[in-house]
């Protein structure tokens, strides 16, 4: 398998179908509407006067009139810093540098993979997802090896769930829940993510 097809598989592991369907569009649409494709925009991104990322994309609109979704694909590409969701053994690794949060992580994804063995589970830079057709939990390393783990559930369906915080999922998610080791991945978590995996259907 050469490097493109192999970059492009390993993406394909770590997004749903929804997700591959709607890059590939924002990519399509790019190219019919402006008759620039994606290769075209990274070059004149590459170009672009400013370095910090709201005056880039300011200067994407003001020059381009591009809208937020394409600015950011476009810099994404064009600028990756660091690890991108195609490369997910490296997003775990930066993600994940505490061995205590990281056996915590290896844990769920363990429960997961046994459960809902047509998850998929996309690391991200600031989380790793849990995915049906739509995202169904999000979990993220916290202070100190723990890890907490967001969920579309309310706070009522356990009392081991908190409200949401401020976190990379926190529009998608209410309830928080925190792992303290290993050992806190049992029956409950098992029902609350069961629960929450009817909801990514």
């Not at 993406?11 to 369907?21: C, F, G, W």
């Not at 709201?54 to 003001?62: E, M, N």
């Not at 925190?178 to 050992?183: C, G, I, Q, R, T």
Request: hydrophobic share 40%; proline share 6%.
């Amino acid at each position: 398998m050469s490097g493109g097809k192999a970059k492009k598989a390993a993406a394909n592991s770590v997004l749903t179908e929804r997700q591959q369907k709607w890059f590939a569009s924002v990519e399509a649409s790019l190219e019919r509407d402006t008759g620039k494709s994606i290769v075209e925009w990274v070059k004149i991104a590459k170009k672009c006067p400013e370095t910090a990322p709201r005056k880039r994309a300011q200067w994407f609109r003001d020059k381009y009139g591009l809208g937020v979704n394409r600015i950011a694909h476009i810099v994404s590409v064009a600028f990756p810093g660091g690890p991108s969701w195609d490369e997910p053994d490296a997003l775990l690794d930066q993600l994940w540098k505490e061995k205590d949060g990281r056996a915590i992580y290896e844990a769920v994804v363990k429960l997961v993979r046994k459960e809902f063995p047509e998850a998929v589970i996309g690391p991200r830079k600031t989380f790793v997802s849990f995915s049906r057709k739509v995202q169904f939990a999000g979990i993220l390393p916290s202070k100190v090896g723990k890890a907490e783990i967001g969920l579309p559930l309310p706070v009522s369906a356990s009392k081991r769930l908190e409200p949401m915080k401020r976190r990379p999922w926190a529009e998608k998610h209410s309830g928080l829940l925190v792992l303290y080791s290993p050992k806190d991945v049992d029956a409950e978590v098992k029902r609350l993510l069961t629960l929450a995996w009817a909801k990514g259907a």
